[in-house]
C-alpha cells in the first residue's frame, strides 16, 4: 500500500492578448502589494512592533487603495493581492521557526554580507564558463 504519494502535473497556458494584459496588470500589483508589505514589515520590526497576516492586509491592501497613489489597485481581484499577503507572511513564519529550530530542514542563521565562494548555493549562468555544466554550479 502507497501512502502519501504525489503526483505531479503540468500546464500550459496561451492567454489572448486581452488576457495577457489583465495577468500582467494581476501580476505587476502583486508584486507592489508584495514590496509595501514587506517594506511596513521591516519598518515595524525596527520599531519592536509584532507584524500579522490582518494588519498587513489592511495597512498595504485596504489602506493603501484609499490613497491617490495607489488607487490603481482597485483594478486588479482582491484575491491576488491577498494571497501575496499570505505568502510573505508565511514565509516570515518559516524563516523565525527555522531560526528557533522548530522547523524541520537546514537551520539558518541571522548573517551578514554573503556566503563563501565554496558554500553558494547558484552562480549567475553569465559567469559560468563554456566547458562547465550546469550541475558543476548547482548545490546537489
Known amino acids: 500500500m502507497m501512502v502519501g504519494v504525489k503526483q505531479r502535473y503540468r500546464y500550459r497556458l496561451y492567454p489572448h492578448p486581452h488576457q495577457q494584459v489583465a495577468l500582467a496588470k494581476a501580476f505587476g500589483c502583486a508584486r507592489v502589494v508584495w514590496n509595501d508589505a514587506l517594506a511596513k514589515?521591516?519598518?515595524?520590526?525596527a520599531?519592536?512592533?509584532?507584524?500579522s497576516y490582518p494588519?498587513?492586509?489592511?495597512?498595504?491592501i485596504t489602506q493603501a487603495k484609499q490613497t491617490p497613489e495607489r488607487?490603481?489597485?482597485s483594478g486588479p481581484s482582491n484575491v491576488v493581492f491577498q494571497q501575496s499577503v499570505r505568502d510573505l507572511?508565511?514565509?516570515?513564519?518559516?524563516w523565525w521557526a527555522s531560526l528557533s529550530g522548530k522547523r524541520k530542514g537546514q537551520e539558518?542563521?541571522?548573517?551578514?554580507?554573503?556566503?563563501?565562494?565554496?558554500?553558494?548555493?547558484f552562480e549567475h549562468p553569465r559567469r559560468r564558463t563554456g566547458g562547465e555544466s550546469k550541475r558543476a554550479w548547482s548545490r546537489a
Open 41 to 45: 514589515s521591516r519598518e515595524l520590526y
Open 47 to 51: 520599531a519592536d512592533e509584532k507584524t
Open 55 to 60: 494588519l498587513l492586509a489592511k495597512l498595504c
Open 71 to 73: 488607487s490603481w489597485l
Open 89 to 94: 507572511d508565511q514565509a516570515f513564519r518559516n
Open 108 to 121: 539558518h542563521q541571522l548573517r551578514s554580507g554573503s556566503r563563501p565562494r565554496h558554500q553558494r548555493c
